[in-house]
């Protein structure tokens, strides 16, 4: 055992585990802003992992569009609908958390046996650092058409974003016609679909 | 076979830590009553599908890495994803004024 393996199981065991305390954070914390922030750990430490794999450029996509862009936004959406409410009890609750734990643990250990079963033989010797040029000549050739595709995609989901998310400004009402108050918009709309079985 | 190349992290160890992210982020899924949360589970279950790619990217596909332009498709996917999904997330609290998921079931049998 040399000292470079050492250090990257050191590195490894270190990652892991921000990986999984972060993941068991994010999903068992009553707060949600604490489980954003938890979120943002969990995506950096994969990035570490992706730099452990010799993966230099998704490891700087993954730290500029998750942890960049998909938290901030995440933050930004708790911000947006920060209201405390107190859940009404539902009931079966603790049956259903048992019965999905049980569930996910199975799914668990089929994944952990699929993946000491199988035979994986061994690949090529991995490019290391060449790996992003690799990565632009996939991309600028026999992927290219899902590249665009991408791109496409992005557009559609930034419009689509958009439209749903905005608030309708109408210059005038749709059903009297009469002029409404610009101001309107900034007040609080009464809700359209509230349920009133449990007011 | 050696799968731990000049590493001294086997192959498994990366599916293993990718299996308990996923798993973690199934049970959040299924279980969380806030909708952001919901949202950040599905996140949690893409990243464990990237931490595969990219292993089995660099232990079995060494010479042509297609599990890292995977991996990055996959991103894309999900900044796409959680931008309209949390337009909708958005979408909904004004219109139920909750996050609660068990609110949501205007389409519900």
């Known amino acids: ?199 | 076979m050696d799968l731990s190349l000049s590493s001294g992290i086997p192959l498994q160890a990366f599916l293993v830590l990718a299996a308990v992210l996923f798993c973690t982020g199934v049970w959040g899924l299924i279980n969380s009553r806030n909708a952001v949360r919901v949202l950040m589970s599905i996140e949690l279950m893409l990243n464990a599908v990237n931490i595969n790619l990219m292993a089995f990217s660099s232990y079995l596909d060494g010479q042509l890495i297609r599990g890292q332009v995977f991996a990055i498709f996959v991103i894309t996917v999900a900044a796409a994803e959680a931008a309209v999904g949390l337009a909708i997330l958005l979408s909904l609290y004004r219109n139920r004024d909750t996050v609660d998921m068990e609110r949501f079931n205007l389409l519900r049998w």
């Open chain 1, 1 to 199: 055992m040399t000292i470079a393996s050492t250090t990257q199981q050191i590195c490894f065991a270190v990652l892991s585990t921000t990986v999984v305390a972060g993941a068991l954070g994010v999903v068992l914390l009553p707060n949600v802003v604490y489980a954003a922030f938890l979120l943002a750990g969990v995506f950096l430490s994969v990035a570490g992992l992706y730099l452990m794999l010799n993966a230099s450029f998704v490891a700087a996509a993954q730290i500029l569009v998750y942890v960049g862009a998909v938290n901030v936004l995440i933050l930004f959406a708790i911000m947006l609908v920060n209201k405390r409410e107190d859940l009404a009890a539902i009931p079966g609750l603790g049956l259903r958390r048992l019965l999905s734990g049980l569930v996910c643990g199975g799914l668990f250990v089929l994944l952990i046996r699929v993946a000491f079963t199988t035979p994986w033989g061994s690949g090529p010797e991995p490019v290391g650092e060449e790996a992003t040029i690799r990565i632009g000549e996939h991309l600028f050739s026999d992927y290219l058409l899902p590249f665009e595709l991408a791109s496409v995609l992005l557009l559609m989901a930034m419009i689509g974003a958009i439209v749903l998310a905005r608030r309708d400004v109408f210059s005038e009402d749709i059903g009297t016609g009469e002029e409404v108050d610009q101001g309107l918009i900034e007040k609080a709309r009464t809700p359209l679909l509230l349920d009133r079985s449990v007011r």
